[in-house]
């Protein structure tokens, strides 16, 4: 079974090979029964761990550009000569290297 997610289309196999085998057996014990539920149980937490984990990577794409750029405006506004944090990193950076 190949599911549709986003943009991308990936085969669950781990998932679909417990759900062939849960529906293709007789199950006589429910221990048996309980221990196939817990595997499919983690094979659907782990694909929406992954679906979750790609969405922030995503984001984490589209939002970086803009970031940086908002950085460095803000670093060359701010901490170049002349900025309002200039003084204040000098007289810092002086008072920390001072020969005594």
């Keep these: 079974m ?13 998932a679909d090979a417990v759900v062939s085998a849960l529906l293709s057996e ?6 048996q029964l309980e221990s196939f539920a817990w595997v499919w149980l983690d094979a659907h937490v782990q ?23 908002w950085h460095m405006s803000m670093c060359k506004q701010l901490c ?3 900025g309002k944090w200039a003084e204040r990193d000098r007289a810092a950076f002086e008072a920390d290297f001072i020969c005594r």
């Excluded at 190949?2 to 781990?14: E, S, V, W």
């Excluded at 007789?26 to 221990?31: D, L, M, Q, R």
Aim: hydrophobic fraction near 40%; charged fraction near 20%.
């Design 80 to 82: 170049a000569p002349g």
């Design 26 to 31: 007789k199950w006589t014990e429910i221990a």
């Design 2 to 14: 190949i599911r549709q997610t986003g943009g991308m289309r990936h085969p669950n196999l781990h």
């Design 47 to 69: 694909r929406v761990r992954a679906c979750r984990n790609w969405a922030k990577a995503r984001a984490f794409v589209r939002v970086y550009p803009y970031a940086l750029f």
